[in-house]
């Protein structure tokens, strides 16, 4: 146990010199709310992709094995035949909040003067447009809607304007149907939408499931969407899932967001980078300063041990030291980390557009209590291991050398 007595010497003993310790405690600071805001962003960052990539995948994705594992010789070769039933079937379970079908397919789309390749995919609109709330940026018109007489699509922005396709205009889409015939089906345009992905927005068109089923003469679909009530019951729910169709292969959101797995790996590596390089500039200043402080007390040390005084006792006293000032400063730092939180929360700032996106993202600073113990903690035992092993050698050297010191 560490008595109020010797911890009381420690503080004190730091106050001789104000401005070294000062110093010493603003850069214990810096490092600790530089790591704190670093790891914070990183959180949130990781925190939007997971519920970015949830949202528009499901927190599972139900389908064939061959559906993830092989290329299609023919649109939907892998899809599901009895699509509605397992529906059902999900629906029943008390964790599930909507499932979502999908027909992916492609081909080409025309305005009768020019054709393209289309990426499409077939939804289920007002289930699609509820669950998953504003996911499009509609810059015209209006979003799809179920029950329309005529098939309607979305474009992207980039296809619309490549296309001259306004809200209104007919254009005539071309696709393989399962049995690798051709098929065209005049469409109308009900809105044009932009993901923030450029290259995305040139190829990429929404119809409804009817309209896409009808083009490629089947009625299978992709794959189901799952959405659940919290992302925490994800991997519960894949096993029972995945337990109760064997055929099926359940895979979580995790297994395509590979986005997110790249942005995570990185940001890792950086912020594990910048944490070490934050730590070792913290080490160099505390051993300075202690080694100064130790330096100036060499012979005060001397006097201590004459009178009885035992090294491990002066280590612990310099230990504490060191404790003090990195306590001091990670305390400081972990204040200024959650004021520039509320700060953001207060003020929003927006962050450029990823390379690739043509849209920012508000800057978050994410406030996580585990981290800022695990970085306070880690702060001050670089400190006290730092004070400790500067000041071993001089609680150590023989009285009458120290006594002598000059």
Do not use: C
């Not at 997971?50 to 939907?76: C, V, W, Y």
């Not at 913290?282 to 402080?293: D, Q």
């Not at 001091?328 to 204040?335: E, F, P, T």
């Not at 880690?378 to 730092?386: E, F, N, P, R």
Request: neutral net charge; hydrophobic residues 45%; aromatic residues 6%.
């Amino acid at each position: 146990m560490i008595s109020t007595m010797w911890l009381k010497f420690a503080w004190q003993n730091t106050l001789r010199n104000r401005r070294r310790s000062l110093v010493t405690v603003s850069i214990a600071a810096l490092g600790t709310a530089a790591i704190l805001v670093a790891g914070g962003f990183a959180l949130s960052t990781y925190q939007g992709l997971s519920e970015m990539a949830a949202r528009s995948t499901g927190h599972l994705i139900i389908g064939k094995p061959d559906q993830f594992n092989k290329d299609e010789d023919t649109p939907l070769q892998h899809g599901l035949d009895n699509a509605q039933e397992l529906r059902s079937q999900l629906l029943a379970d008390p964790q599930v909040r909507q499932v979502l079908p999908r027909v992916e397919f492609s081909g080409l789309i025309s305005n009768g003067e020019k054709s393209t390749v289309m990426m499409a995919a077939g939804i289920d609109p007002d289930s699609e447009f509820a669950v998953k709330g504003p996911f499009l940026t509609v810059t015209a018109g209006e979003v799809l809607s179920s029950g329309s007489k005529d098939p309607e699509v979305m474009l992207g922005e980039g296809l619309a304007k490549s296309l001259k396709a306004i809200p209104g205009s007919s254009l005539t889409l071309l696709a393989s149907t399962t049995e690798g015939a051709l098929n065209a089906m005049d469409v109308r345009v009900k809105g044009v939408f932009s993901t923030g992905v450029p290259d995305l927005d040139k190829r990429f068109i929404y119809t409804d499931i009817a309209t896409a089923q009808k083009l490629l003469n089947t009625q299978r679909v992709s794959t189901l969407g799952v959405f659940l009530a919290r992302m925490e019951m994800t991997d519960a729910a894949r096993q029972r899932f995945a337990a109760a169709n064997p055929t099926l292969t359940v895979q979580t959101w995790l297994d395509q967001a590979f986005f997110y797995k790249s942005v995570k790996d990185l940001y890792n590596r950086i912020f594990g980078a910048l944490g070490m390089i934050i730590g070792l500039i913290v080490v160099f200043v505390v051993t300075n300063a202690m080694a100064m402080a130790i330096i100036e007390r060499t012979r005060e040390i001397g006097t201590l041990r004459a009178l009885g005084t035992l090294p491990s006792q002066l280590l612990r006293t310099l230990g504490l030291e060191g404790m003090v000032l990195g306590g001091v400063g990670a305390i400081s730092g972990a204040m200024v980390a959650i004021a520039v939180t509320v700060f953001l929360l207060i003020v929003p700032m927006e962050m450029p557009p990823p390379p690739g996106q043509s849209k920012g993202y508000p800057l978050i600073i994410s406030f996580d209590l585990t981290m800022y113990l695990a970085t306070m903690l880690t702060m001050v035992t670089l400190t006290v291991l730092a004070s400790v092993w500067v000041a071993r050698k001089t609680v150590n050297m023989p009285v009458v050398d120290a006594l002598a010191h000059t």
